[in-house]
T-cell receptor
Framework: RKEVEQDPGPFNVPEGATVAFNCTYS??????FFWYRQDCRKEPKLLMS???SGNEDGRFTAQLNRASQYISLLIRDSKLSDSATYLC????????????FGSGTRLLVRP | DAGITQSPRYKITETGRQVTLMCHQT?????MFWYRQDLGHGLRLIYY???????DKGEVPDGYVVSRSKTENFPLTLESATRSQTSVYFC???????????FGPGTRLTVT
C-alpha cells in the first residue's frame, strides 16, 4: 500500500466549475500536510499547507481529517490556468524533514 | 534572487558513464534533498542532507552518491549510469523548523 494515495484522474471540468481532490495517508504519526502544484515538465510548487482547522486561500480550500487520515483540496470557480497536477504531501515531523509525495491528481480545465 | 538552481537542465549520457548533477541554493537552508520522478512512481527520495557533511539515504539510493562539503551545494553523482536511471531529477531544500520544501527546476537525464 502506498503511504500517500491519490486518484490519478484526470479530472476534466469546465471553467467555473468546483472540483475536489482527495488523498489518504497511511502513517498516523504524520504531522505536516501540504498540497503542491506541478505543471507539465516543471518543478513542484507549494500551493498551500493544510491545517487541522482547515484553511482557505482565495479559491482554494484545504481540509484535514486526522481520524480518517484524509486530506482534501477544493478548487472553486476553476480557471484554465488551474490545469496542472496536484500533489498531496505528508511529513512525519521527525528530524529528517522528509516529505512523502502522492503520485498526483491531474486536473484539466476546459473552456 | 536565484533561490535554488540545478545544472545541467538536460543531459544525455551513455550507459556506464559517470554523471554529476549539480544543485545550488542561496537561502542557506540546512536541509537539501534529491528526488527522481518517473511516470507511475511520483517523486521518490534518493538522498538527503541535514547539513554540510551530513547525508543519508532515501527510498532509492542504489547507484547514486552524494556529497555536501558546503551548505549551498548538494551534487548528485551517478557512478555508472544505467538506462533505468533515465528520469527527471529534482533538488529541493528547506530550512530548520519548517517542512515546506522548495524545488529547483529539475534536470532531465537520458541514459542511452
Amino acid at each position: 500500500r502506498k503511504e500517500v494515495e491519490q486518484d490519478p484522474g484526470p479530472f476534466n471540468v469546465p471553467e467555473g466549475a468546483t472540483v475536489a481532490f482527495n488523498c489518504t495517508y497511511s502513517n498516523s504519526a504524520s504531522q505536516s500536510f501540504f498540497w503542491y502544484r506541478q505543471d507539465c515538465r516543471k518543478e513542484p510548487k507549494l500551493l498551500m499547507s493544510v491545517y487541522s482547522s482547515g484553511n482557505e486561500d482565495g479559491r482554494f480550500t484545504a481540509q484535514l481529517n486526522r481520524a480518517s487520515q484524509y486530506i482534501s483540496l477544493l478548487i472553486r470557480d476553476s480557471k484554465l490556468s488551474d490545469s496542472a497536477t496536484y500533489l498531496c504531501v505528508v511529513g512525519l515531523m521527525d528530524s529528517s524533514y522528509k516529505l512523502i509525495f502522492g503520485s498526483g491528481t491531474r486536473l484539466l480545465v476546459r473552456p | 534572487d536565484a533561490g535554488i538552481t540545478q545544472s545541467p537542465r538536460y543531459k544525455i549520457t551513455e550507459t556506464g558513464r559517470q554523471v554529476t548533477l549539480m544543485c545550488h541554493q542561496t537561502w542557506s537552508h540546512s536541509y537539501m534533498f534529491w528526488y527522481r520522478q518517473d511516470l507511475g512512481h511520483g517523486l521518490r527520495l534518493i538522498y538527503y542532507s541535514a547539513a554540510a557533511d551530513i547525508t543519508d539515504k532515501g527510498e532509492v539510493p542504489d547507484g547514486y552518491v552524494v556529497s555536501r562539503s558546503k551548505t549551498e551545494n548538494f551534487p548528485l553523482t551517478l557512478e555508472s549510469a544505467t538506462r533505468s536511471q533515465t528520469s527527471v531529477y529534482f533538488c529541493a531544500s528547506t530550512g530548520t523548523g519548517t517542512y515546506e520544501q522548495y524545488f529547483g527546476p529539475g534536470t532531465r537525464l537520458t541514459v542511452t
